[in-house]
Every structure is written in C-alpha cells, then in structure tokens.
Nanobody, 127 residues
Framework: HVQLVESGGGSVQAGGSLTLSCALS????????IAWFRQAPGKQREAVAR????????DYRDDVAGRFTISQDGAKTTVYLQMNSLKPEDTAMYYC?????????????????????WGQGTQVTVS
C-alpha cells in the first residue's frame, strides 16, 4: 500500500535553510496530489504547500510563499520542500500527505482530512 517517509528535518537558526524530502512508495498513478502540512504544539495541522503529481501545479500558504518551494523528482517518487529564510514561527512537525482524488480546492481550503495517506513527520526547529 502507499507509504510516505519524510526526512530532512532538524534545528537551524533563523534565516537558515532546510530541505525536507518525502519518499513515496507503491503509489503508481493512483495519487494525484502531495502536500506538506505542519503542526506546532497546541495548534491545528495546517497545509503549507501542495503539488499536483501530473500537472506540477503548485500552491503555497501566504506566509511561506517566496520562502518555501515544493518540487518533485523526475520519477515523481520523491517530493521536496525547500525552506529558506526560516523563522521561529516555522517551528513545527512537518508531514507529507497524499490524496487519491484528482480534484482539490485551493490550498487555503485544504484540510487534513482531504488526504488519505500520511508520513510519520519530521521535526523542524528554528531558533
């Protein structure tokens, strides 16, 4: 079945950069969207960025646009989140998630329950 494994988290100082990776397995063509979510302690899980696997269309939440870049490799089996100019408020557990349906609203409307498959998360701490 579909599996997602995140990596690349860590601790950085404000202004630094990190690149998260999400390795996908057994997805074939049944997965249409991959998104990165984050959840800080005591807060709701929020969508950060998403990419259409076949279209390559990308979407970002307003407070990361211009700083974060979502991308995928040529085989479409790894999705990346390049995070630059990190801020303390970016501190959270970051998760990648996969959606089977070929339709999805804008990122602003995306909710965690729009996605079926989840990774275990990778911690990002910005001080």
């Amino acid at each position: 079945h579909v599996q997602l494994v995140e990596s690349g988290g860590g601790s950085v100082q404000a202004g630094g950069s990190l690149t998260l990776s999400c390795a996908l397995s057994d997805v074939r063509d049944s997965i249409f969207f991959i998104a990165w979510f984050r959840q800080a302690p005591g807060k709701q899980r929020e969508a950060v960025a998403r990419i259409g696997r076949s279209t390559g269309v990308k979407d970002y939440r307003d407070d990361v646009a211009g700083r974060f870049t979502i991308s995928q490799d040529g085989a479409k089996t790894t999705v990346y989140l390049q995070m630059n100019s990190l801020k303390p408020e970016d501190t959270a557990m970051y998760y990648c998630a996969a959606r089977r349906s070929p339709t999805l609203g804008t990122l602003r409307d995306v909710k965690p329950n729009d996605f079926t498959y989840w990774g275990q998360g990778t911690q990002v701490t910005v001080s």
